[in-house]
Protein backbone atom coordinates (compact mmCIF):
# COMPACT_ATOMS: atom_id res chain seq x y z
CA UNK A 1 0.00 0.00 0.00
CA UNK A 2 1.46 3.55 -0.99
CA UNK A 3 0.43 6.60 0.77
CA UNK A 4 0.71 10.29 -0.24
CA UNK A 5 0.64 12.98 1.59
CA UNK A 6 -1.96 16.24 1.59
CA UNK A 7 -2.26 18.95 3.33
CA UNK A 8 -5.65 18.05 4.95
CA UNK A 9 -5.95 14.43 4.03
CA UNK A 10 -3.60 11.59 2.53
CA UNK A 11 -4.58 9.08 -0.02
CA UNK A 12 -3.96 5.48 0.43
CA UNK A 13 -3.58 3.81 -2.95
CA UNK A 14 -4.85 -0.26 -3.02
CA UNK A 15 -3.36 -2.14 -6.47
CA UNK A 16 -6.70 -4.40 -6.84
CA UNK A 17 -7.79 -6.69 -9.59
CA UNK A 18 -5.41 -7.41 -12.28
CA UNK A 19 -4.53 -3.41 -12.88
CA UNK A 20 -6.95 -1.29 -10.87
CA UNK A 21 -6.27 1.19 -8.43
CA UNK A 22 -8.57 1.83 -5.16
CA UNK A 23 -8.08 4.77 -3.47
CA UNK A 24 -8.78 5.41 0.29
CA UNK A 25 -8.52 9.06 1.70
CA UNK A 26 -8.24 9.80 5.33
CA UNK A 27 -9.06 13.00 6.61
CA UNK A 28 -6.78 14.46 9.31
CA UNK A 29 -9.17 17.04 10.65
CA UNK A 30 -12.53 15.19 11.35
CA UNK A 31 -13.13 10.92 10.96
CA UNK A 32 -14.05 10.76 7.39
CA UNK A 33 -12.15 7.41 5.88
CA UNK A 34 -13.55 7.25 1.81
CA UNK A 35 -13.34 5.05 -1.01
CA UNK A 36 -12.92 5.91 -4.49
CA UNK A 37 -14.30 3.39 -6.88
CA UNK A 38 -14.23 -0.25 -4.80
CA UNK A 39 -13.46 -2.83 -6.98
CA UNK A 40 -13.11 -5.13 -4.57
CA UNK A 41 -14.30 -5.14 -1.09
CA UNK A 42 -12.37 -7.43 0.60
CA UNK A 43 -8.99 -5.27 -0.37
CA UNK A 44 -10.64 -2.13 1.39
CA UNK A 45 -11.70 -3.94 4.65
CA UNK A 46 -8.20 -5.18 5.30
CA UNK A 47 -6.93 -1.84 4.73
CA UNK A 48 -9.76 -0.26 7.17
CA UNK A 49 -8.65 -3.02 9.38
CA UNK A 50 -5.02 -1.97 8.89
CA UNK A 51 -5.70 2.02 9.59
CA UNK A 52 -7.98 0.94 12.54
CA UNK A 53 -11.02 3.10 10.86
CA UNK A 54 -14.38 2.58 9.84
CA UNK A 55 -15.32 3.58 6.24
CA UNK A 56 -17.42 6.19 6.37
CA UNK A 57 -17.88 6.99 2.19
CA UNK A 58 -17.48 5.63 -0.63
CA UNK A 59 -17.72 7.90 -3.87
CA UNK A 60 -17.98 6.61 -7.40
CA UNK A 61 -17.01 8.13 -10.16
CA UNK A 62 -18.84 5.94 -13.15
CA UNK A 63 -20.99 2.35 -13.19
CA UNK A 64 -18.61 0.18 -14.22
CA UNK A 65 -18.26 -3.01 -12.12
CA UNK A 66 -15.06 -2.73 -11.78
CA UNK A 67 -15.18 0.67 -9.66
CA UNK A 68 -18.66 -0.36 -7.94
CA UNK A 69 -18.09 -3.79 -7.68
CA UNK A 70 -17.41 -3.76 -3.36
CA UNK A 71 -20.42 -1.30 -2.88
CA UNK A 72 -22.75 -3.63 -1.80
CA UNK A 73 -20.62 -5.73 1.16
CA UNK A 74 -18.85 -2.39 1.94
CA UNK A 75 -21.94 -0.63 2.62
CA UNK A 76 -23.65 -3.93 4.44
CA UNK A 77 -20.40 -3.95 6.42
CA UNK A 78 -20.06 -0.34 7.47
CA UNK A 79 -23.28 1.47 6.42
CA UNK A 80 -21.55 3.99 4.53
CA UNK A 81 -22.62 6.58 2.40
CA UNK A 82 -22.87 6.29 -1.15
CA UNK A 83 -21.67 8.69 -3.64
CA UNK A 84 -22.36 8.86 -7.50
CA UNK A 85 -23.48 10.83 -10.44
CA UNK A 86 -26.90 11.96 -10.45
CA UNK A 87 -26.95 10.83 -13.88
CA UNK A 88 -25.72 7.07 -12.83
CA UNK A 89 -28.13 7.26 -9.80
CA UNK A 90 -29.89 4.27 -11.36
CA UNK A 91 -26.68 2.17 -12.12
CA UNK A 92 -24.59 2.70 -9.10
CA UNK A 93 -25.38 0.12 -6.32
CA UNK A 94 -26.77 1.09 -3.14
CA UNK A 95 -26.54 5.05 -4.05
CA UNK A 96 -27.13 7.65 -1.26
CA UNK A 97 -26.39 10.51 -2.31
CA UNK A 98 -26.40 11.87 -5.99
CA UNK A 99 -24.37 14.64 -7.49
CA UNK A 100 -24.28 16.85 -10.49
CA UNK A 101 -21.11 18.15 -12.15
CA UNK A 102 -20.11 22.05 -11.06
CA UNK A 103 -21.90 21.61 -7.57
CA UNK A 104 -19.53 21.56 -4.75
CA UNK A 105 -19.02 18.40 -2.54
CA UNK A 106 -19.18 18.58 0.99
CA UNK A 107 -17.28 15.77 2.87
CA UNK A 108 -17.20 16.31 6.19
CA UNK A 109 -14.22 19.12 6.79
CA UNK A 110 -13.31 18.56 2.97
CA UNK A 111 -14.55 20.00 -0.15
CA UNK A 112 -14.60 19.08 -3.52
CA UNK A 113 -15.67 20.24 -6.61
CA UNK A 114 -17.16 17.96 -8.98
CA UNK A 115 -16.37 17.46 -12.45
CA UNK A 116 -18.13 16.71 -15.81
CA UNK A 117 -15.83 14.16 -17.69
CA UNK A 118 -18.24 12.02 -19.53
CA UNK A 119 -17.55 10.17 -22.62
CA UNK A 120 -16.42 6.76 -21.59
CA UNK A 121 -19.61 6.93 -19.65
CA UNK A 122 -22.34 9.29 -19.21
CA UNK A 123 -22.79 10.37 -16.12
CA UNK A 124 -18.82 9.99 -15.22
CA UNK A 125 -17.80 12.76 -12.95
CA UNK A 126 -14.34 13.31 -11.55
CA UNK A 127 -13.81 14.58 -7.84
CA UNK A 128 -11.41 17.17 -7.18
CA UNK A 129 -10.21 17.44 -3.10
CA UNK A 130 -8.06 20.81 -3.09
CA UNK A 131 -4.67 19.39 -5.57
CA UNK A 132 -5.71 15.42 -5.49
CA UNK A 133 -7.81 14.33 -8.47
CA UNK A 134 -9.91 11.45 -8.64
CA UNK A 135 -10.55 10.85 -12.46
CA UNK A 136 -11.78 7.20 -12.69
CA UNK A 137 -11.04 5.83 -16.43
CA UNK A 138 -11.66 9.77 -17.88
CA UNK A 139 -7.62 10.16 -18.01
CA UNK A 140 -5.05 7.71 -17.71
CA UNK A 141 -1.28 8.08 -17.34
CA UNK A 142 -0.29 8.85 -21.23
CA UNK A 143 -4.21 8.07 -21.96
CA UNK A 144 -7.74 8.40 -21.63
CA UNK A 145 -10.50 5.73 -21.27
CA UNK A 146 -12.54 3.90 -24.63
CA UNK A 147 -15.14 6.18 -25.56
CA UNK A 148 -17.87 3.29 -24.72
CA UNK A 149 -21.19 5.92 -24.17
CA UNK A 150 -20.30 9.54 -25.05
CA UNK A 151 -19.12 11.19 -27.98
CA UNK A 152 -15.64 12.10 -29.78
CA UNK A 153 -16.52 16.03 -28.90
CA UNK A 154 -18.02 15.17 -25.46
CA UNK A 155 -14.83 13.16 -24.58
CA UNK A 156 -12.21 16.08 -25.88
CA UNK A 157 -14.81 18.37 -23.62
CA UNK A 158 -14.12 16.75 -20.48
CA UNK A 159 -10.31 16.17 -20.98
CA UNK A 160 -10.53 19.86 -21.79
CA UNK A 161 -12.01 20.85 -18.37
CA UNK A 162 -9.01 18.27 -16.63
CA UNK A 163 -6.09 19.99 -18.62
CA UNK A 164 -7.07 23.53 -17.17
CA UNK A 165 -6.62 22.48 -13.70
CA UNK A 166 -3.33 23.72 -12.47
CA UNK A 167 0.09 21.48 -13.20
CA UNK A 168 1.15 20.08 -10.27
CA UNK A 169 -2.75 18.82 -9.56
CA UNK A 170 -2.36 15.03 -8.90
CA UNK A 171 -3.94 12.52 -10.81
CA UNK A 172 -5.10 9.53 -9.35
CA UNK A 173 -6.64 7.64 -11.88
CA UNK A 174 -8.06 3.99 -11.55
CA UNK A 175 -5.71 1.57 -13.63
CA UNK A 176 -2.25 1.12 -13.81
CA UNK A 177 -2.39 1.45 -17.85
CA UNK A 178 0.97 3.59 -18.47
CA UNK A 179 3.96 1.54 -20.16
CA UNK A 180 1.37 0.25 -22.79
CA UNK A 181 0.12 3.88 -23.05
CA UNK A 182 3.23 5.26 -23.43
CA UNK A 183 4.34 2.72 -26.66
CA UNK A 184 1.56 4.10 -28.12
CA UNK A 185 2.54 7.33 -27.55
CA UNK A 186 5.92 6.99 -28.59
CA UNK A 187 4.46 5.82 -32.26
CA UNK A 188 2.51 8.98 -32.62
CA UNK A 189 4.63 11.68 -30.53
CA UNK A 190 8.37 10.48 -31.43
CA UNK A 191 10.61 13.69 -30.90
CA UNK A 192 8.93 14.86 -27.87
CA UNK A 193 11.58 15.29 -25.50
CA UNK A 194 9.36 15.22 -22.32
CA UNK A 195 8.07 11.67 -23.63
CA UNK A 196 11.64 10.29 -23.71
CA UNK A 197 11.70 11.26 -20.02
CA UNK A 198 8.78 10.01 -19.15
CA UNK A 199 9.41 6.61 -20.67
CA UNK A 200 12.78 6.31 -19.21
CA UNK A 201 11.34 6.99 -15.95
CA UNK A 202 7.88 4.97 -15.78
CA UNK A 203 9.93 1.96 -17.05
CA UNK A 204 12.17 1.96 -14.39
CA UNK A 205 9.16 2.76 -12.22
CA UNK A 206 7.61 -0.55 -13.03
CA UNK A 207 10.71 -2.48 -13.13
CA UNK A 208 11.01 -1.44 -9.26
CA UNK A 209 7.26 -2.98 -9.27
CA UNK A 210 6.06 0.47 -7.99
CA UNK A 211 2.99 2.07 -9.05
CA UNK A 212 3.26 5.15 -12.02
CA UNK A 213 0.34 6.83 -10.41
CA UNK A 214 -0.30 9.76 -9.61
CA UNK A 215 1.22 11.76 -11.93
CA UNK A 216 0.23 15.28 -12.52
CA UNK A 217 -1.73 17.37 -14.75
CA UNK A 218 1.57 19.12 -15.92
CA UNK A 219 3.04 15.70 -16.64
CA UNK A 220 -0.27 14.67 -19.19
CA UNK A 221 -0.48 17.91 -20.54
CA UNK A 222 2.97 17.85 -22.14
CA UNK A 223 3.23 13.85 -22.91
CA UNK A 224 -0.36 12.48 -23.16
CA UNK A 225 -0.93 11.53 -26.49
CA UNK A 226 -4.79 12.72 -25.95
CA UNK A 227 -3.69 15.95 -24.75
CA UNK A 228 -1.16 17.06 -27.18
CA UNK A 229 -3.58 18.16 -29.38
CA UNK A 230 -3.73 21.06 -27.23
CA UNK A 231 -0.46 22.39 -29.10
CA UNK A 232 -0.50 23.85 -31.81
CA UNK A 233 3.08 22.69 -33.12
CA UNK A 234 1.89 19.11 -32.62
CA UNK A 235 -1.84 19.28 -33.84
CA UNK A 236 -0.24 20.69 -37.46
CA UNK A 237 2.43 18.06 -37.61
CA UNK A 238 0.33 15.06 -36.88
CA UNK A 239 -2.60 16.79 -39.23
CA UNK A 240 -0.53 17.20 -41.89
CA UNK A 241 1.00 13.44 -41.68
CA UNK A 242 -2.55 12.27 -41.42
CA UNK A 243 -4.26 14.06 -44.14
CA UNK A 244 -7.01 15.51 -41.08
CA UNK A 245 -8.06 18.80 -40.15
CA UNK A 246 -5.62 20.56 -38.11
CA UNK A 247 -8.54 21.51 -35.51
CA UNK A 248 -7.77 20.07 -31.79
CA UNK A 249 -11.10 17.98 -32.20
CA UNK A 250 -10.15 16.59 -35.56
CA UNK A 251 -6.54 15.20 -34.30
CA UNK A 252 -7.80 13.67 -31.10
CA UNK A 253 -10.52 11.88 -32.85
CA UNK A 254 -7.65 10.24 -34.97
CA UNK A 255 -5.84 9.54 -32.49
CA UNK A 256 -8.44 8.04 -30.35
CA UNK A 257 -9.95 5.97 -33.61
CA UNK A 258 -6.21 4.86 -34.03
CA UNK A 259 -5.41 3.74 -30.82
CA UNK A 260 -8.43 1.23 -30.66
ZN1 LIG B 1 -14.70 2.20 -16.76
FE1 LIG C 1 -12.21 0.80 -15.19
Redesign the pocket.
Known sequence: MSSYQHSSFQIHQLPALNDNYIYLMESKIDSVLAVIDPADASIVNQACKRLGKPLTHILNT?H?W??TDGNKALKQRWNCTVVGAAHDAARIPCIDIAISPEQAFQLGGLQADIIDVGG??LGHIAYLFDDALFCG?ALFGAGC?RIFEGTFEQTWQSLQALAQLDDDTKVYCAHEYTLPNLRFARGVDANNAALKARIHRDTQTRMEQKPTIPSTIGIEKSTNPFLRPLNADFRTEYAHINHIDDTALSVFTHLRQTKG
Open positions: HHDHHTDG
